[in-house]
């Protein structure tokens, strides 16, 4: 057995058929044939190649450990690869990911979305990965909440003995690149006060208290804060270590049972349900959404991939899709208005800033308002 296994999710988006649907197969394939030739050289235990919406996902597992630059190195060339074929075929946003044409030993930073966990392989190793399409990172905030603190989702937390001590959360500020450790559920209320400003503080680890176990971990990068404008959602993967001591793998799944509101959906700028959905489901098309996320379960065997199974593609989540199309339809009945379109602080990286530039020398103070009486007037901001 594998003395430590290292699981890597890297994602990006780089083009898309008919807008930010899907990739085109022959992406996919190209990013298959440049990880299959790693694996036979041994760089790499093993790997699987998929997508959610737009977005590219490279599933890898190795003995490198955590920002290894041969890894984070393999997934640029695939992502590179993939990026010349979406420009041959005039796909959408060829390359919108890659913010960079230069690789410097780690994608983190340069566009691409990572989650990486290092592990020790238990006698069984269930393992969940998530990938979501049109959101942000802290779209993972209240189901991690729910899964390794909530006891009316999580029956382990009461029950079983190996989790009743609870866990500690890593709370990422996006803004000042700092974390803080919380536990719970000593800390609970304070976990509660920073992750619902999902936009800022994200948890991006999860460790059980008993022994400092790694138990979860999602992607934080920003593209926004990244670019300095809007370039594409950030689209967020997460992995999640299951049973034994941690959460059932149904506990896990039971916290995306309700399609809560997150960040995202059209042009990045909009609030929408995070709809679970089995892969054949994994393309956005209404206002470019829902939001949307699916579930790989896994079993890791000496690093081998033993999986996935498809997770939400069961009935048992119709009723969640149904709500998740409700809400939907209620959500874009507000058009450019909020709730639906973000507050300000998140439309910093949009238009609305060039608007407000434009207008900046017809805004007045109030008593200096005069009343229009032409539409010239109007015109010429008189």
């Known amino acids: 057995m594998c003395a430590k296994v290292t699981l890597s999710v890297i994602k990006a988006d780089l083009g898309s058929i008919a807008g930010h ?25 093993d790997f699987y ?23 984070h190195g393999l997934a640029w060339d695939a992502f590179k690869a993939a990026t010349k074929v979406a420009r041959e075929l005039k796909l959408y946003a060829a390359g919108q990911d890659l913010l960079s044409e230069a690789f410097s030993g780690n994608v983190k930073g340069l566009g691409p979305g990572v989650a990486e966990l290092e592990m020790e392989e238990r006698e069984a190793e269930p393992v969940v990965t998530f990938h979501a399409d049109k959101t942000e990172p802290g779209a993972f905030n209240l189901p991690l909440f729910r899964i390794f603190a909530d006891p009316f989702n999580t029956a382990g937390l009461v029950i ?14 996006v803004f000042e690149g700092r974390s803080v450790l919380l536990k719970s559920p000593e800390e609970m209320y304070d976990i509660l006060a920073l992750i619902g400003t999902p ?8 460790y059980r208290k008993s022994d400092n176990l790694l138990a979860a971990v999602v992607s934080v990068e920003r593209l926004n804060l990244i670019a300095g404008k809007y370039v594409g959602k950030d689209d967020p993967v997460a992995i999640v270590r299951a049973q034994h001591g941690l959460p059932a793998v149904g506990e896990i799944l039971e916290a995306f049972s309700f399609p809560h509101l997150v960040a995202g959906w059209m042009r990045g700028s909009h609030n929408g349900p995070l709809m679970p959905v089995p892969m054949r489901y994994a393309r956005v098309t209404r206002f470019d959404g829902p939001p949307r996320v699916i579930a790989l379960g896994w079993n890791i065997s000496n690093g081998r991939l033993i999986g996935p199974a498809d997770l939400f593609d069961d009935v048992a989540f119709d009723e969640t899709r149904r709500l998740a199309q ?57």
């Open 21 to 45: 649907h899907m990739p085109h197969p022959d992406q996919l394939a190209v990013a298959t044939k440049i990880l299959a030739e790693a694996k036979q050289k041994g760089l790499i235990i």
């Open 49 to 71: 190649v998929t997508h959610v919406g737009d977005d590219i996902q490279l599933i890898i597992t190795h003995n490198k450990g955590p920002d290894h630059p041969d890894i």
């Open 160 to 173: 079983d003995p190996k989790m009743h001590d609870g866990f500690v959360f890593e709370v990422y500020d």
């Open 199 to 206: 936009g800022r503080y994200i948890v991006r680890r999860v």
């Open 326 to 382: 409700n809400i939907a339809e209620y959500m874009r009945r507000h058009g450019p208005f909020m709730p639906h379109r973000l507050g300000p602080e998140e439309m910093e990286y949009t238009t609305l800033p060039a608007v407000l530039e434009k207008l900046k020398d017809r805004f007045v103070k109030s008593e200096e308002v005069k009343v229009v009486k032409k539409h010239s007037d109007m015109l010429s901001g008189s």
